[in-house]
């Protein structure tokens, strides 16, 4: 079965940063920082910082080749954060001009003086080295914005129609997201940073209905969202479209008649176009230290991950390692520096299946003893609060060369799960299940034909401590999301996890559909 990937971490050229767009540039950027940051401090805030936000947005949709939607956003604005008496406030407005920063500045230092009486905690911020005047630019070919919108509309249509032309396919369904976000950052401490990222979102979804028996089934792409540009998209240098869309048909009609799978232990092969998902759900959320210690609690629940288990809890067998990077090149959660100044960095999570860290901002790396914070704070709007973030978090390849194929043949009765769909997790990240898109019969070390109601059930610990075995670095990709959800007001960030295929013994499958009751 032929691999579809893209390169990431691990192997291929490097991609020429662009530069910061110039309409940006000339954004009154060091004037607005000198006058909110000003009287921030003449109102009698201790610290203070400025964050310009732009964000330009476009969702192009296709039903069965016929536009749907097709609608850019565009969102702007200031933010300041202030810290009087230990206490934060926070104001932001969409007017750029250097009056309207500074009043928004003594607005915030208002917010945190009337809020000094509830607190009973002080902010102490960890430190960080000064980074003046510091830009950055994520790696991408052809910015998404340039390409006009009826270009996008009409691959989109031309790669609908190479579905909508093959046997058995009824509807197909096909989307772009693509999201250019700028910031200017700049705080008391003399920090100023510049930064422009781009990341595209592309999937196609191909849909067989049987009419007679009044039931469907779907099947959709593999490619996940990059940090990426155009390129992502137009043509197959980054991603394989021709020979993906060309076997997706035949993979859903055979998934339409494959037998109904039976529950039970079963040995499981996971392709890292599932296995991200899994690593974002059990791993990613589960070692926010805001979450760890009940800081983040009402939006998707907190973590098992205690601050007591730190260092000495297994997670998993001596294979996983686990790192949490805000530097992969094309990752969605890659950044020069974070909403709080701080550079970015790469460390570990889990190390030879013990728990080793969590992922930190500059507020809470001092309540876990740490010197510095590792660069988790976001926010993903101009008029909302950095939060903690998720960082790229990604399970490491084996050192040695294994493939997919060398796992599966150490297999003589399982599953090979290829492909996301829906999951489900408790509030403390522990119990869950996931299925997929695609799931292949294992008989003897092979693949034979396709199986379908398929999902696999575990606990955290004992799913990955089940893992016998990692893929090596050929089997290593990206994949990811643009929608993770936290905080109250909701926030939304975009973050990527790689991982290898890798090899678990004895995990429980369910039967969907008789779970169901169908």
Same mark, same amino acid.
């Given at each position: 079965?032929? !691999? ?31 006058? #909110? ?34 609608? =850019? ?80 509309? +009409? ?41 422009? !990222? ?14 007679? &028996? ?5 099947? !959709? ?30 993979? /859903? ?7 109904? =799978?039976? #529950? ?96 930190? *901002?500059?507020?809470? &790396? ?77 008989? *003897? ?5 396709? /199986?379908?109601? =398929? ?36 926030? =939304?960030? #975009? ?18 559909? +008789?779970?169901?009751?169908?």
């Amino acid at each position: 079965m032929r !691999r579809f990937g893209v390169h990431g971490r691990y192997g291929g050229a490097v991609t020429p940063n662009r530069g910061i767009d110039a309409d940006f540039l000339a954004l009154p950027r060091h004037e607005l920082a000198d006058a #909110a940051l000003s009287a921030a401090t003449a109102a009698g805030a201790s610290y203070a910082d400025l964050r310009i936000h732009r964000l330009n947005t476009e969702v192009v949709q296709l039903r069965d080749g016929e536009l749907e939607t097709s609608v =850019v956003s565009r969102e702007v604005g200031l933010a300041v954060r202030v810290i009087v008496n230990g206490t934060w406030g926070f104001a932001s407005h969409a007017e750029l001009a250097p009056a309207v920063a500074a009043e928004t500045a003594r607005r915030a230092v208002h917010v945190a003086t009337t809020l000094a009486a509830l607190n009973s905690d002080p902010v102490v911020l960890a430190p960080e080295p000064v980074y003046p005047d510091a830009t950055w630019v994520s790696s991408y070919l052809i910015d998404p914005f340039d390409i006009p919108g009826t270009d996008k509309i +009409a691959v989109l249509e031309e790669y609908s129609g190479r579905l909508l032309s093959s046997d058995g396919v009824d509807h197909v369904s096909a989307g772009l997201t693509a999201v250019k976000e700028q910031t200017f950052y700049a705080d008391t401490f003399g920090s100023s940073t510049t930064q422009q !990222r781009v990341r595209v979102m592309p999937s196609l979804e191909a849909v067989a209905v049987d009419a007679a &028996a009044g039931s469907f089934d779907s099947m !959709r792409t593999l490619a996940p969202p990059m940090g990426r540009g155009w390129e992502a998209l137009a043509g197959d240098e980054v991603w394989n479209w021709t020979d993906e869309l060309a076997q997706l048909p035949t993979l /859903l009609a055979e998934k339409v008649k494959a037998p109904s =799978v039976t #529950a039970g232990p079963t040995d499981l092969v996971i392709d890292p176009t599932n296995l991200w998902l899994t690593i974002h759900e059990s791993i990613g959320h589960a070692t926010e230290y805001d979450r760890a210690i009940g800081y983040e609690a009402a939006y998707a629940g907190t973590s098992f991950v205690t601050p007591d288990k730190l260092g000495s809890m297994r997670y998993g067998s001596p294979v996983m390692n686990v790192t949490a990077d805000r530097t992969v090149e094309f990752g969605l959660a890659t950044i020069g520096y974070d909403d709080e100044g701080v550079a970015s960095q790469s460390w570990d999570l889990v190390r030879d299946g013990i728990f080793v860290g969590y992922q930190l *901002d500059r507020v809470f &790396a001092p309540r876990l003893g740490q010197s510095r914070s590792n660069g988790c704070s976001y926010a993903d709007s101009p008029h909302h609060v950095p939060i903690q973030r998720m960082a790229n978090v990604s399970l490491q390849p084996s050192h040695d060369d294994i493939s997919t194929a060398d796992l599966i043949s150490h297999v003589e009765n399982g599953i090979y799960v290829v492909g996301d769909k829906s999951w489900s997790i408790d509030m403390q990240r522990y119990n869950f299940q996931f299925t997929g898109q695609r799931f292949f019969r294992i008989r *003897d070390g092979r693949l034979d034909g396709q /199986l379908r109601d =398929v999902a696999y059930q575990a606990t955290t610990t004992d799913f990955w401590n089940s893992m016998e075995a990692v893929g090596g670095l050929s089997t290593w990709r990206l994949g990811g999301a643009f929608n993770c959800g936290k905080a109250q007001p909701g926030q =939304v960030a #975009a973050v990527s996890h790689g991982c290898p295929s890798a090899l678990f013994r004895g995990v429980n499958v369910l039967n969907t559909r +008789a779970e169901g009751g169908r």
